[in-house]
């Protein structure tokens, strides 16, 4: 028997750019993976174990201080249209004195645009590079928290979209849209959340990387992250009500169908035992007679009619019709 082939998965190479502007270098590397970490090791300072959490997929945000750099890692939503889900996509990030290195999966469209941007233009590079890797950091984050807006923007369109449909449409598709949207807004919270902290810790500790104060910058892409959490905490109140709305108005169309079908089998009820009175053997109208079928028939029509009347009589008293 012949052995089956093994099969190896081969990494992505990494594609690894450099922009250089007076002393300051910026280092772009798509994606990260262990080619990328031995090009590091062999050119700066930095510890294995940050090298090793830029291939991980799953690392928290969260900040590393050294006494040469800093290490950071962030998360970032990203929505792909052919699966209809929102992922996180994760850029990690060294910092110097004179350099900045970003890896990256290169599916964030800011912070790929702004690098292709610094490579062909002079003005690009005079702009974000001639005031130090922070700066530079600070005009990365700021891009890729504004790219948020647009997404939390679409999922509170599919919202308002659902919220249209959720009293005129009777169909199976509502339940799986308000659970894709739950989905979506569960995955944007998780992605928002930690980032919040990190980004409120980060600008006191970059200032030693840049040539002028980012307070107030910072303070104001804190505002929009805020902007984006609040946006969050309203989207997701908001579907939990119309998964409730969408959920007592399937109740109330059971019970509906219910109360028809109650009401029809209570009466096919009665004519079933009025039928089965000519099923026993007893004397009976028209039951011993060869002939007396008509006159049974007629009978049970009429008694089936007058209890028929009777009882529609009684439930419409009772307002159950």
């Given at each position: 028997m012949a052995n089956k082939p093994v099969i190896k998965k081969v990494e992505p190479r990494s594609k690894i750019e450099s922009i250089d502007w007076n002393g300051f270098t910026w280092l772009d590397i798509t994606p990260p993976n262990d080619e990328s970490t031995a090009y590091l090791a062999?050119?700066?300072?930095?510890?294995?174990?940050?090298?090793?959490?830029?291939?991980?997929?799953?690392?928290?945000?969260?900040?590393?201080?050294?006494?040469?750099?800093l290490f950071l890692v962030f998360r970032f939503p990203r929505y792909r249209k052919e699966e209809r889900v929102l992922t996180a996509s994760q850029i990690s990030v060294f910092i110097g004195e004179d350099y900045l290195i970003t890896l990256h999966q290169g599916d964030l469209k800011p912070l790929t645009k702004l690098f292709r941007e610094c490579q062909l233009e002079e003005d690009?590079?005079?702009?974000?590079?001639s005031r130090g890797p922070g700066y530079l950091l600070y005009r990365i984050l700021d891009r890729l928290v504004d790219y948020c807006l647009p997404i939390l923007d679409k999922v509170g369109s599919n919202i308002e979209d659902l919220e249209d449909q959720i009293f005129t449409a009777n169909n199976q598709l509502l339940?799986?849209?308000?659970?894709?949207?739950?989905?979506?807004?569960?995955?944007?919270?998780?992605?928002?959340?930690?980032?919040k902290t990190v980004l409120n810790a980060l600008e006191p500790k970059i200032r030693r990387f840049v040539k002028s104060d980012l307070a107030v910058y910072f303070g104001d892409m804190l505002d929009h992250m805020d902007k984006i959490w609040d946006?969050?905490?309203?989207?997701?109140?908001?579907?939990?009500?119309?998964?409730?709305?969408?959920?007592?108005?399937?109740?109330?169309?059971?019970?509906?169908?219910l109360r028809v079908l109650t009401i029809l089998t209570v009466i096919s009820a009665v004519l079933t035992v009025i039928v089965g009175f000519y099923g026993m053997n007893v004397p009976l109208p028209g039951?011993?007679?060869?002939?007396?079928?008509?006159?049974?028939?007629?009978?049970?029509?009429?008694?089936?009619?007058?209890l028929t009347v009777l009882m529609i009589l009684f439930f419409r008293y009772k307002r159950w019709l």
């Open positions: 062999e050119r700066f300072p930095f510890h294995p174990l940050d090298l090793d959490d830029t291939c991980s997929r799953i690392q928290r945000p969260k900040i590393d201080e050294y006494k040469e750099y690009s590079r005079q702009e974000y590079l339940v799986q849209e308000i659970s894709r949207l739950r989905r979506d807004v569960i995955a944007f919270h998780r992605i928002i959340w930690p980032m946006g969050l905490i309203e989207y997701k109140d908001i579907i939990e009500s119309l998964s409730d709305t969408y959920n007592s108005l399937s109740s109330n169309r059971i019970n509906e169908i039951g011993s007679d060869p002939g007396g079928s008509p006159l049974a028939w007629l009978l049970i029509i009429l008694a089936g009619l007058f």
